[in-house]
């Protein structure tokens, strides 16, 4: 490769030469050269000295992982670094860049992967001078990749610019090409966003051997920012959907049609939903119609209500509750009966009380009447929850809400009520429906959501605390007595209800204009050892549930607390019965709580796990959090790539069987059994 032809990123910017270490680092390094021989890392978890890595990973102890930088071991070196992804230190970037002129790649790549994880923006000046471009043999590697990934973390606006005009990669510099489009796409999740970069995001998706990885990326970028205006790329991202195999990447690209508001896109996104055959590409393209005039979709709506798929029925069901139309009012209750799935049903009862006009007071109120009785007479406690949503569509029923809430002992019910209090509050039709007693309805709604506080129930804390800091509700003025509230945060037991702390704890800044001062759970779970050694390096699992089983793989080694913690929790039948709480269609079902509202946990927490790993595919299993180092019992697993989740959340397996189950997965469907079979 020429000098003209080589991207070196410190030949680029204009960058000022840093010191390499701190001297407190320089102060515990052990006096031990680092070998001038080529190495390669293979962790053993046998050995001692990487478990007291883990340990110190664990315990988020940095000053004593810094001496491992200077073994004469890689695998010392390599695991110290990676602690350091997980641990997100700022100050630990001077001392982590000491190994990004290691001899071995792998340790390199989890130095520069770790200063990446940090977010300092220090750290993008560090690794744009360790970028390796003198070497062509070595430019497209795994290390070079990283480093641009990790200034897509940490660098800035300039940045992003010079990295998104780069000329001299080709085709075949997959690695590199890779590292760029994740840079450019973490910097559009920092809300960093330049033309060049959106240049750049459009030549990924028109390339024709591009692979499905940079594409879908790409098309997350646009899905994922509405702000960008992709109209002048239309002509090239119509013909790139009308082409496009990876369902993944249409989806998304649907999404993106339909944030553009653009109507020369909608001829596009109806040819894609009517050609496709992913039951994903249809949802995204249901729910992208939604941002156009509701007679140019009406057609399309109407005839998805009946898809046998009740994923893309409630789709169609979704953009009907807040695009429909007065007039198709008997059209949409038509559906509430028997015969229609629930989940289908309660939206389109939602969308009766959305489009009845306001002064048809009289059959808004029998209706509701109705909706309320189907609600009682429901079987499960998600369902209860789907016709409550349904109920809060009309500020009138807030006293049904009310009442729903202090009559009812089940949380997600509970929680449900209070959901849809807070809907009422920032509708339109909230003030205009309540008028002169509007004083009056929020100081009972005010006292509703206090008194969910009061009683320190951490799902009901967590939710009232959500809604009563919300802006929207225009809630501050009426905080004036908040002893009670500060009596709950401290008897909240930590760190079981460390989510609720904390949404109490932002409440209460809210309400006194400060800054919130966030707890994150002490060390309180060391690892089980003596259970690790018992689980295979390739661990399969099968959950059977009410509706077929799914094989998991474990990662054991990229995650070995997260594995060690959830083989213990199976051994102990811990998920048996457990329900999948959370459907999130094309998105993620998750399980493992044991309240069954998404609130509930044990006496314990985990750290968080985050080597470098992506969410790149449908089928990954990972751990539910409430931020960095609340894990627990909750998991999850993605219907398609979810690469906003990168770094944030750990992920400990994959399905390897058994997609069709997880693609069929309904609220309050449950675990049978989960068995360790291998």
Known sequence: MTQENQFTMNRILSITAAVLTTTLFFSCIPETAVPKTPETVSIEYSD?????????????DSTALYPYFRSAQANYRFAAAQAFAAIKSGQAIDSLEILLEDNVEEVRTAAAYAIGQSGIARGAEILKRHFRGKDSADVNSVYNATVLEGVGKTGSLEDLKLLATVKSYRDSDSLLLLGQVRAIFYMSLRKIIADEGTEKMVQF????????????????????????????YRLILSTVISREKNPEVTAQLATAFGNSKDSLFLPVLRK????????????????ALGNFS????????????????????????GVLLYNGSTDDVPLYQAYDTTNVHWWLRSRMCGAVLVHTPLYLTKTKGEFSQKLLKTMNASTSPYMKAAFIDALSRDAFNYPLL???????????????????????????????????????VRAVIF???????????????????GILKDPAGNWQGWMKNRKVWQE??????????????????ELLA??????????????????????FQTIGDTSMISVKTTRGNILLELYKRQAPASVCNFIGLLREGFFNGRVFHRIVPNFVIQTGCPRGDGYGSLDYSIRSELPQCYYNRSGLVGMASAGRHTEGTQWFITHSATPHLDGRYTLFGRVTDGMDVVNSMEQGDKIVEVLLIK
Do not use: C
């Open 294 to 317: 509701y007679q140019s979709i009406r057609q399309e709506l109407l005839s998805f209500l009946k898809d046998k798929n009740i994923y893309v029925a409630s789709a169609a069901a």
């Open 205 to 232: 998706l028109n390339g024709r051997s591009t692979s499905d990885e940079i594409r879908m990326l790409a098309a997350h970028y646009f899905a994922r920012n509405k702000q960008i205006s992709i109209s002048p």
């Open 402 to 440: 009310v009442k729903v809430f202090r009559e009812n002992k089940h949380p997600v019910v509970r929680i449900a009520a209070l959901e849809g209090l807070a809907r009422i509050v920032k509708s339109p039709s909230f003030y205009l429906a309540l008028g002169k007693d509007l004083k009056t």
């Open 272 to 287: 894609t939903l009517a050609e496709s055959k992913d039951d994903r590409v249809k949802i995204h393209a249901l729910k």
């Open 488 to 505: 709950v945060l401290q008897g909240l037991k930590l760190p079981e209800m460390i989510e609720s702390y904390n949404a109490l704890e």
């Open 447 to 465: 006292k509703t959501l206090s008194q969910a506080i009061e009683e320190k129930d951490p799902g009901l804390v967590a939710v009232a605390s």
């Open 48 to 60: 001692d000295v990487i478990k007291k890595i883990l340990e110190l990973q664990d315990k988020q």
């Open 510 to 531: 809210y309400a006194e204009n400060r800054p919130p001062v966030l707890k994150t759970p002490d060390y309180n779970h060391p690892m089980d050892w003596t259970l």
